[in-house]
């Protein structure tokens, strides 16, 4: 379970931010709220790119929030910019199997079963500005799946593309989480969008 | 057939002003040209050169490796200083450093010198220090490659600094996410996540920092030490100025001519459009990631802020104290120190008022040719013209345009006159690719923003210029001629060959303090140089500048 306990945080705008809740194992939930309330700031907090100052968060009733982000349990999935414009698709997603760009064959057959698993199996050697939204959506999940961690957070990661590609990209997000068991947590300003996914919603005021 | 709008909104300003704009391309090259030919003409023709093949040999190299270690230092420095400046949060910290970055580009080179003079010199804070701690044994000698590549770092590692981190300001956000979540760090996240956002713009700056090295004039006149650490430029300006050997001085021109017409070549490759990377931002990044401050972290931002601090702001701080000290009373005792500056003000006064007005002109024709939808093979031509015209003084010594004009206009001009009008001149090749950079591209700015509006309520000409676009462009006309202003002021290079009792500028009277020792009357008069630019530049930004403008 993911506990968020008495998490502060405050920008130089003096605008304070308090968070509380927690998250089932393989739970889906979305957050939801008006635009300023805190939702991207809360995802940054809980992969790790902002540092709470009180507070704390819990992955199986270990602290994780001193970790680096690389070292907690959590992919990040963000609305723009997620995919390296200057790699190549493959190249983006190798990135998740080691950092200094080295591979092993039987991960080169993993990312190829994810692509394939994902529909994008010719999309490979494509690079990101070569592409469609709702591809590169699928090339971060496929990413995400890589790094193999057991939470994964999107930042309103559908937001941008038409109806029918987002649900699409929704259909695929569902299927993932279930198949590997994977505790979602997505930021959506879209009611049909929990629906869809059969989420728990969870409104920050 | 009819006529496309974007024919018919730039027809009522192309004839005249592209005119003007060519004619005076045209002017600025060809003098340049003749000079440059009157020079060798009169070298080769001579029979005896002080200069052996060897000497020059080892002036070439000599110029190759300080411009080297020069760009390669300054780009070091550059690099980890935008890095440090891009990792820290505190907005007030990354104010202070772009403040402090700026006011180095604006300095008077002369002035500069006598700051690291006073740290690193002889009798600098370093020596004293080191004398204090008894570490005097291996001495470093400000005077020659050392002080050289001082100084070059000094003026060309915040210029690296103020663009890497403008390039490292455009990094999105969630690039520098995903480098965390996927661990790239060092060498891998500089090739991934930074490499691709400097890329662009590196050949350009490193061309162009590398031909402001190669024909650096005062820093070298300055610091350089003798012919053992001499480059062409000061070479050519000590054959032409104590040995009157015009043969040397025309094979040292060409061979500085012809490496710098290459790296001009080379540069232009890269000057599509990527000009406006070198433009200064001062934009703050609002967002900063959480990192983690480890033990290396602090001891490697420490020894880099070190670096800036030793070679940038302690030679600062050094030539105010030193400056502002009771010397200056006699400094400003003396009639003659009133000339000087008075003949100094004139003369960038009227070279920037003159730059500015071409850079107008020039500015206003590179926005026609930038606006058009297709540029024809005229178009290109005019532009790379006009461009070469801008360009061409960076690879001419100024030396080398001195002595040529006034072997040329000897006889048609009086030598009372001679020295002030190749000043202005010299001076106005100086400021004008600066002075373009900033014009032209609120110029586009401005054209994209009010040609359609212009058109359709007639206005055009000199009503046009008059209501709408000098209103519009006070503000960048007022910066223009602040900067010009100050590049004018202090500079030293045409001066060092015609500076005399009679004629003196604030530059050549520090030199001359310089030269006779007396490095507290060249600091005073430094400081007096920096407080009349300082002047200059805010008279002409509020005189001219608006509030009702947003630039």
Redesign the interface.
């Known amino acids: 379970m993911l506990i968020i306990e008495n998490l502060e945080f405050s920008w130089p705008t003096k605008e304070k931010f308090q968070f509380n809740f927690s998250v089932k194992e393989g739970e889906i939930v979305t957050l939801e709220g008006p635009s300023g309330i805190g939702k991207t700031t809360l995802v940054?907090l809980i992969?790790?790119?902002?540092?709470p100052e009180k507070g704390e968060i819990y992955w199986h009733k270990e602290r994780i929030d001193f970790l680096?982000?690389?070292e907690r349990p959590?992919?990040?999935i963000?609305q723009?910019?997620?995919l390296?414009?200057?790699?190549s698709c493959f190249q983006n997603v190798s990135?998740?199997s080691s950092?200094?760009?080295k591979i092993s064959n039987s991960r080169v057959e993993q990312i190829n079963n994810y692509f394939l698993e994902m529909g994008i199996r010719n999309l490979q050697s494509r690079f990101p500005g070569e592409i469609s939204g709702g591809q590169q959506a699928r090339v971060s999940i496929v990413r995400a799946l890589l790094?193999n961690k057991p939470i994964l957070l999107l930042d309103e990661p559908v937001s941008s593309l038409d109806e029918r590609t987002r649900f699409e990209t929704l259909e695929v997000i569902k299927k993932t989480a279930l198949k590997y068991n994977l505790t979602l947590i997505i930021v959506s300003h879209q009611k049909e969008d929990r629906k869809f996914l059969n989420a728990r919603q969870i409104r920050l005021y | 057939m009819a006529k496309s709008f974007n024919e018919i909104t730039f027809k009522y300003k192309t004839n005249f002003i592209d005119r003007v704009s060519f004619f005076v391309s045209i002017f600025l090259i060809s003098t340049i040209g003749l000079s440059i030919f009157s020079l060798l003409n009169s070298g080769f023709r001579s029979e005896d050169a002080f200069l052996t093949n060897e000497d020059i040999f080892e002036i070439i190299k000599f110029t190759f490796v300080q411009s080297f270690f020069s760009v390669f230092l300054s780009l070091l420095l550059g690099f980890l200083g935008a890095k440090i400046l891009f990792d820290i949060k505190s907005v007030l910290f990354k104010k202070i450093v772009i403040s402090l970055t700026s006011i180095a580009f604006v300095l008077p080179t002369v002035v500069a010198c006598i700051g690291l003079i006073k740290v690193w010199g002889g009798d600098g804070i370093l020596h004293l220090i080191r004398l204090t701690l008894n570490l005097n044994k291996n001495e470093l000698t400000l005077y020659g490659l050392f002080g050289i590549l001082l100084a070059h770092v000094f003026f060309n590692a915040p210029l690296f600094l103020r663009v890497f981190y403008n390039c490292f300001q455009i990094i999105?956000?969630?690039?520098l996410?995903?480098a965390?979540?996927?661990?790239?760090?060092g060498i891998?996240f500089f090739k991934?996540?930074e490499w691709?956002f400097i890329k662009e713009t590196l050949p350009l700056l490193c061309g162009v920092v590398f031909l402001q090295c190669f024909t650096s004039f005062s820093l070298i006149l300055m610091l350089g030490g003798g012919p053992s650490a001499t480059t062409l430029e000061v070479a050519i300006y000590t054959a032409v100025r104590y040995d009157f050997d015009l043969k040397s001085a025309a094979v040292l021109a060409s061979f500085q001519l012809f490496i710098c017409l290459i790296v001009i070549l080379f540069l232009d490759l890269f000057s599509s459009n990527k000009i406006s990377n070198l433009q200064i931002k001062t934009n703050h990044l609002n967002y900063n990631?959480?990192k983690?401050n480890t033990f290396k972290n602090n001891i490697q931002k420490f020894i880099i802020l070190l670096a800036y601090f030793l070679i940038i702001i302690l030679p600062l701080i050094a030539l105010v104290v030193s400056g502002l000290s009771l010397k200056i009373f006699e400094i400003l005792k003396n009639q003659n120190t009133y000339i000087v500056f008075l003949n100094s003000i004139l003369i960038a006064i009227i070279s920037s008022f003159i730059t500015v007005s071409i850079s107008w002109f020039i500015s206003e024709t590179r926005a026609n040719i930038v606006m058009k939808y297709d540029n024809t093979f005229k178009d290109i031509l005019i532009k790379k013209f006009i461009n070469l015209s801008i360009m061409l003084y960076l690879a001419v010594p100024a030396i080398v345009l001195g002595t040529g004009l006034f072997i040329l206009l000897k006889g048609f001009v009086s030598y009372n006159y001679f020295p002030i009008l190749i000043l202005i001149f010299s001076n106005v090749m100086l400021c004008l690719p600066f002075s373009v950079n900033i014009i032209q591209s609120h110029s586009i700015y401005l054209r994209r923003k009010h040609d359609k509006l212009c058109s359709s309520l007639g206005l055009r000409g000199w009503n046009r210029f008059i209501i709408i676009d000098f209103p519009a462009m006070k503000n960048v006309f007022g910066l223009s001629l602040g900067l010009c202003a100050c590049l004018s002021l202090g500079d030293l290079s045409v001066i060092a060959l015609f500076g005399s009792q009679n004629f003196q500028t604030i530059p050549w009277l520090i030199f001359q303090y310089m030269s006779t020792y007396r490095i507290n009357e060249a600091a005073s008069v430094s400081c007096l140089l920096v407080i009349t630019c300082y002047l200059f530049f805010i008279f002409f930004s509020k005189m001219l500048g608006s509030k009702h403008v947003n630039n």
Do not use: C, M
């Open positions: 940054n992969a790790g790119f902002l540092q680096d982000p690389v959590v992919s990040t963000f723009t910019d997620n390296f414009e200057h790699l990135l998740a950092s200094d760009g790094a | 999105p956000v969630n690039y996410k995903n965390k979540q996927f661990n790239i760090t891998r991934l996540i691709p990631l959480y983690k």
